[in-house]
């Protein structure tokens, strides 16, 4: 049941053009700006809180699971024992015959809760994933809301993921220079002085002079 955020298929971000919403002339040359949108997606202090709270939830889910795991076996053991003296020969025909039917209903009760795991388990993968998805699409609003605004005030026509990839798996931007990457821009703006900051991240560095 392991679910994380940040693991989503890249081909779900492949090809993903972020067109700004920048008025030009008609006649202008085009500018163009690029973004490694897997690296801000990563790097987004949000991110990690949601990968934080999906993991919560399957533990939890997990921990419930080993609950109804412990109580199938239990009665699992019971059925086997059941099974196991119905055919003693030792004990009266009448309690043999006791035992069996008690068996029968105990497989019964083995079925009942083979069911409810399965149903458990498809239900809290189901719930897990709509989460997932619903953080992921709420995230990656908000990073366009910033690299919108990125491309407006440095007048780009076009911004494009420079870490997409085509359905080979190959990079689709072969070739790019750093002058016009907003990648690190955009961070800087996503996670602002104060962000919250999580066990595996590496301290910044002081600026020199401070």
């Known amino acids: 049941m392991k679910n994380r955020l940040i693991c989503f298929p890249l081909s779900l971000l492949a090809g993903l053009a972020l067109l700004a919403n920048v008025s030009s002339p008609a006649h202008a040359q085009p500018k163009i700006a690029t973004i490694d949108l897997r690296k801000v997606f990563d790097g987004y202090y949000k991110t990690k809180q949601a990968d934080a709270q999906l993991k919560n939830r399957r533990e939890d889910?997990?921990?419930?699971l080993k609950g109804m795991m412990d109580d199938y076996k239990k009665a699992n053991d019971e059925y086997n024992k059941l099974i196991e003296t119905s055919n003693d020969q030792a004990i009266s025909a009448e309690e043999r015959a006791k035992r069996k039917k008690s068996a029968e209903s105990k497989l019964l009760e083995l079925q009942d809760v083979k069911q409810n795991i399965q149903k458990f388990q498809a239900a809290e993968q189901a719930n897990l994933d709509e989460q997932r998805n619903r953080m992921r699409e709420r995230i990656?609003?908000?990073i366009r809301e910033v690299i919108n605004?990125?491309?407006?005030?440095g007048n780009y026509t076009l911004v494009v993921d420079s870490a997409a990839e085509s359905r080979n798996m190959t990079p689709i931007i072969l070739y790019f220079t750093v002058d016009n990457d907003l990648t690190d821009v955009v961070l800087k703006d996503l996670n602002p002085p104060g962000s919250p900051t999580f066990p595996d991240e590496k301290p910044k560095p002081a600026e020199k002079g401070k």
């Not at 889910?61 to 419930?64: G, I, V």
């Open 61 to 64: 889910a997990e921990k419930q």
């Open 140 to 142: 990656l609003g908000e």
């Open 149 to 153: 605004a990125k491309a407006k005030a």
